[in-house]
């Protein structure tokens, strides 16, 4: 059944937009699922929700999405028609749940003025008489409320609080040039700030629940009225409320006790009593009127002229919309809405008001901007007068103490008496306690000192360790200098070797020097005439030597005597292997 989706579609929009909030604009299935089951449960729908795993091939879906899906596997179930009371407790239901959802962001607010029950009533109502539109600026759906809307719940507010004479239709229109449409959160925000301020809770509560009754229940008019008896001819009061197709008859205004309800239709009439000089006391009496409805008459009696006038013309309006299917505020409210779009066709036949009312777009935008910081600045003062309200309230709560200390010092004394035994009740139960924590201190000191013998002993055996360590420091340092020492020596050692090495190649260059002399030597001699010399050649294990014969005719020259005493002098010297040898086991020995 679609009608039904369409009534209950701004308050499934407010639950799908709060658990949209991190998806911008799209929510996921997995939380639609707990709102799917929750709405299958009401309309009798089992298993609702599991099809959402197989809805589209998305993780989220978008509002249009979520509404075709609702209205296809859901909403389908209902019947074609319902009747006016499973319309209503459906609604009820289906705005309970999606309540739930998104109340939060309305009810923890800094400082609310209305308790959660009426931001609720508020809230419903508002969802019965807003629009879903799209925004501008980034094309999500929103649901608002047309300025002309608000206005009527307004100053329908004040009339429930007795106030309605003090409505001032140019100070809203003020507000309505800065923002044409309201959005709950502004629509809340203004109504408590502009004309619910200072104002005790329980006169909120009773405003909000006949404004709820006035567009919710379609009550047209409810008070009190006094009633003529059926049997006994006279009048009693009851509190009598007037609605579409039937009059509710209550002992009280809490409207828990119903004593009568009348059905209304189209054959029913209403007529004025006037006012007769008999002997009957009840017919006497003024300000009557007769109710005739299925087959049966109702005299009732108002308080005055006046009052009769409202009550006849209420009676009358629940009469003629008696024949009519729909709710009487929903048929109300859809009518005004025909009529602001036959006036915005209008306003927009030609295109100069084209023009002109994209230009009141722009100044609407700019106006709705200082309209946000104006009501954040509202918002504020509020907060102000909350914290000055709280004072004053400490203050009145401080005198109310002061005067129960007063009152409580002029008592007898036997209460006194019992005052003081339980003072003193308690001061023993305070002994105790005491006590208790005295023990567990004990304890705790001893668990302490405990602790603190083994942080001594951890201590003791850290500083042992680092005396070890300190004393094995030492030792590895003497290690060190005795290695050093060693070092030292292998040095010396191996620089003697070096120059042991480069005096045995100096002698080698010396020698190789020598043996040059000699062949040098040898190649003059032979140069010699072959009859003056006679060379004699000895072989020996290191080299050849030769010896001049003298001839009487030959005398010895001084270079022949020097080379001959150079021969004899190398002859006596070590050979070169031989000498380093030795001083490479002299340089062993002194290591």
Request: hydrophobic letters at 30%; proline letters at 2%.
């Amino acid at each position: 059944m679609s009608e039904m989706l369409d009534r209950v579609e701004n308050a499934v929009w407010h639950a799908f937009d709060f658990l949209a909030i991190e998806s911008d604009g799209r929510a996921r299935k997995s939380k639609l699922k707990v709102l799917t089951a929750s709405l299958g449960h009401i309309l009798e729908v089992p298993g609702s929700e599991n099809g959402l795993d197989d809805y589209r091939s998305t993780e989220t879906l978008s509002f249009e999405e979520y509404r075709f899906y609702l209205k296809k596997e859901v909403f389908a179930s209902l019947p074609d028609k319902l009747s006016l009371e499973n319309e209503v407790s459906l609604e009820e239901k289906i705005e309970n749940v999606c309540w739930l959802i998104c109340k939060r962001p309305y009810t923890e607010r800094g400082s609310p003025v209305f308790t959660e029950k009426c931001v609720k009533q508020l809230w419903r109502i508002f969802c019965m008489m807003g629009e879903i539109t799209e925004e501008e600026e980034t094309t999500k759906l929103q649901v608002i409320m047309a300025a002309r809307e608000v206005e009527l719940v307004y100053q329908q507010f004040l009339s429930c609080l007795g106030t309605g004479d003090t409505w001032d239709p140019e100070q809203f229109d003020q507000v309505v040039s800065v923002m044409p449409v309201f959005k709950f959160s502004i629509f809340l925000a203004v109504l408590e700030s502009k004309y619910a301020k200072d104002l005790d809770s329980s006169t909120l509560e009773e405003a909000i629940k006949d404004l709820n009754d006035y567009f919710i229940l379609d009550v047209i008019k409810k008070g009190k009225l006094r009633k003529r008896k059926e049997i006994f001819p006279q009048f009693k009061e009851y509190w009598v409320v007037v609605q579409p197709h039937r009059i509710k008859v209550y002992s009280s205004s809490k409207e828990d006790d119903l004593k009568g309800e009348i059905l209304l239709d189209q054959q029913c009439r209403v007529e004025k009593i006037s006012q007769s000089n008999t002997f009957i006391p009840t017919k006497n009496q003024k300000h009557r009127f007769m109710l005739y409805a299925n087959n049966k008459s109702y005299e009732f009696q108002s308080f005055d002229h006046r009052s009769r006038l409202l009550w006849i013309s209420a009676v009358e309006k629940a009469i003629d919309f008696s024949f009519q299917g729909s709710r009487y505020q929903r048929a109300l409210m859809e009518g005004r809405k025909e009529q602001r779009e036959e006036e915005i066709t209008r306003r927009i036949s030609t295109q100069d008001i084209v023009e002109q009312t994209k230009a009141e777009l722009e100044v609407e935008k700019a106006a709705r901007l200082q309209a946000e910081t104006k009501a954040m600045l509202l918002t504020q003062q509020k907060e102000e007068e909350v914290k000055r309200m709280k004072e004053l309230e400490t203050i009145r709560e401080e005198l109310e103490r002061l005067l129960e200390e007063e009152k409580q010092a002029k008592r007898d004394e036997e209460i006194v008496r019992t005052l003081q035994a339980r003072m003193l009740t308690e001061e023993w139960e305070r002994r105790e306690q005491l006590e208790k924590i005295q023990e567990e201190q004990k304890m705790m000191l001893e668990h302490e000192r405990n602790k603190r013998e083994e942080f001594q002993q951890i201590k003791e055996d850290r500083e042992r360790k680092v005396q070890d360590a300190e004393q094995r420091l030492q030792e590895m340092e003497q290690e060190r200098i005795r290695l050093d020492e060693e070092l030292k020596k292998h040095r010396e050692t191996a620089r003697r070797v070096n120059i042991g090495q480069e005096v045995l190649e100096a002698k080698i260059k010396v020698r190789e020097q020598e043996n040059e002399l000699k062949r040098e030597f040898s190649t003059r001699i032979s140069s010699f005439h072959p009859s003056t010399l006679s060379v004699t050649q000895e072989e020996s294990e290191e080299r050849p030597k030769y010896r001049p014969l003298r001839s009487a005719s030959m005398r010895e020259t001084s270079y022949s005597r020097s080379i001959r005493r150079r021969i004899r002098n190398d002859s006596t010297k070590p050979l070169p292997n031989q000498t380093y040898a030795e001083e490479v086991n002299n340089n062993n020995n002194s290591d």
